[in-house]
């Protein structure tokens, strides 16, 4: 209903003011016979239609190229819209106060002083329509009592989610009467922008993002993912352990802590691997002022990333093709990863496997004969991936923002540290990840992932074979011969059986056996 009545406003004063500049702009005296002429010469040239759409460009090249850049490329979008948002940060005025007091005793249900001993007035993080606060808790959570407060201010919030769906209102109807609108795709384009300020405005998302992210990485003594306080977590406030921390970016606070720089810019090219690749969970937006340095005593020198608002998955089969590409292409095997294209359905199937490998090994070759310390990895995976445009094909979007993401990991690394080797790191990591993918670890997995679909149809074998056997049974009757075929095949089935049960008999046999002796041995 909010979103209607804005929508009212701006085409009310678009006809008011509009129509009142060309009623004053109409001579005095002939203002009707003016209005006739000019509608029916508008409506009368045809050239005007084009003369305005091939002029529309160069009033706004930027404009023009930036929706051109979105139509052909809509991952952009999110990383776009994630840049624009950190520029206009500033701008916004922080809650304060009794507003302050007012916001959380509104979020919570509870009056702030009941739940906190102290709120640091200050805000740690001022954001756009957020601020983050330090805060001590009147009771441990968890073993915690200090901890970091996200608040929202609704106010804000409602008033971006109003515009954004101004926005889309404004694209659905460019797309109703405009053919160049309708090919960029302004609506999905606009949905797309509209979908990711709610994401970021999610707080109860981004807290179940950081439990995910513990989940896969609580063992890794190489990060340290803050605990979520669950209850403190509404959809105004987000609550989590505090952790003091230095900007990974500083090099004279990561020296004045004896933290080797070094190694924090190797552990960032090793986690953001791991964690897009192996457990297909990352930060789509990856930005260097979100990556920091733990300096508590029990976790100095892990990497913390705060941010959690923009995150994506991968599904397996992505995940299996960038590793095994990855991979391949390292090891200069384009034969290898241009059958992988193939078998992803990221070609046309009448696309020949010779041309994309040559176009592979043209596009990769030069990476290989630079210099180790000048090579990319980033931009060798951009070809893993963009090397199927010339043959009509592409990727998922999500492979395309998780190599983006290990771009901007890399090159946050180097300014770190210019001498990693990032390039051996991935090769490495990728490896890993790909022989254990391949290994008893990677069978044991996919056969868990397989044994819930086994359960459903094991029982129903014994009436698939009964109606398989019946079904031939029924044709062989019409066929000279057709009772003897029958009789084989049973009695085939039959001696299967037999020597399925013994072999399940022998490995019980066996299996006790194994076990007695385990246990006189034992005691």
């Avoid at 529309?56 to 979105?70: C, S």
């Avoid at 922080?94 to 001993?117: C, H, N, W």
């Avoid at 804000?156 to 609108?181: G, P, Y």
Wanted: with cysteine; glycine share 6%; proline share 5%.
């Amino acid at each position: 209903m909010r979103s209607r009545l804005r929508q009212l406003r701006l085409l009310f004063c678009a006809l008011r003011y509009g129509f009142r500049l060309i009623w004053l702009a109409a001579p005095e005296h002939h203002k009707l016979h003016w209005f006739v002429t000019l509608a029916s010469s508008l409506h009368g040239d045809r050239r005007l239609a084009s003369r305005l759409h091939s002029s529309l460009p160069r009033l706004a090249p930027l404009a023009a190229a930036f929706a051109q850049t979105l139509a052909t490329r809509p991952e952009l979008a999110g990383a776009t819209l994630h840049d624009a948002i950190d520029a206009v940060e500033h701008f916004e005025d922080p809650l304060s106060g009794e507003a302050l007091t007012t916001t959380l005793r509104t979020a919570l249900g509870k009056p702030p002083e009941t739940l906190f001993m102290w709120i640091d007035p200050k805000p740690a993080h001022n954001g756009w329509c957020e601020q983050t606060h330090v805060a001590r808790l009147a009771l441990p959570v968890n073993g915690h009592q200090t901890i970091t407060l996200r608040v929202l201010r609704a106010q804000q919030v409602q008033e971006v989610d109003d515009d954004a769906a101004l926005l889309c209102a404004v694209a659905r109807w460019m797309e109703r009467f405009s053919r160049a609108a309708r090919k960029l795709q302004l609506r999905a384009l606009a949905q797309a922008l509209r979908e990711d300020l709610q994401r970021r405005f999610d707080l109860r998302a981004q807290a179940a993002n950081l439990s995910q992210s513990g989940h896969h990485l609580g063992e890794d003594p190489r990060i340290v993912v803050p605990d979520v306080i669950w209850d403190l977590c509404t959809p105004q406030t987000l609550a989590v352990q505090h952790i003091d921390t230095v900007p990974a970016t500083d090099p004279i606070g990561l020296a004045e802590h004896h933290i080797n720089v070094t190694q924090v810019a190797a552990h960032l090219v090793e986690v953001v691997t791991r964690q897009a690749f192996e457990h297909g969970f990352f930060h789509a937006a990856f930005d260097a002022r979100r990556v920091a340095v733990s300096v508590e005593p029990e976790t100095r020198g892990r990497l913390v990333l705060a941010g959690a608002s923009l995150m994506t998955s991968l599904s397996s089969p992505e995940r299996e093709f960038f590793v095994h590409g990855a991979t391949a292409l390292f090891e200069q095997d384009y034969g290898r990863l241009a059958t992988l294209h193939h078998v992803a359905g990221h070609v046309p199937a009448h696309a020949r496997t010779e041309q994309i490998e040559a176009e592979l090994r043209t596009r990769s070759e030069a990476h290989f004969a630079s210099d180790s310390d000048e090579r990319s990895a980033g931009a060798l995976f951009h070809h893993l991936l963009h090397a199927v445009q010339p043959f009509g094909g592409e990727v998922s979007p999500r492979l395309v923002a998780a190599q983006r993401s290990f771009g901007q990991a890399e090159a946050l690394a180097r300014s770190i540290h210019p001498g990693v080797d990032a390039w051996g790191i991935a090769r490495d990591t990728l490896a890993d990840i790909a022989r254990r993918d391949l290994g008893h670890h990677g069978w044991i997995r996919r056969l868990s992932q397989e044994l819930p679909h086994l359960a459903q149809i094991a029982p129903r074998v014994p009436q698939m074979l009964f109606r398989f056997f019946e079904h031939h049974a029924a044709l062989s009757q019409g066929h000279p011969g057709g009772h003897a075929a029958q009789a084989t095949m049973l009695e085939a089935w039959r001696r299967e059986h037999r020597r399925t049960r013994a072999l399940l008999l022998a490995c019980a046999v066996c299996g006790g056996v194994i076990g007695v002796t385990a246990v006189l041995f034992a005691g």
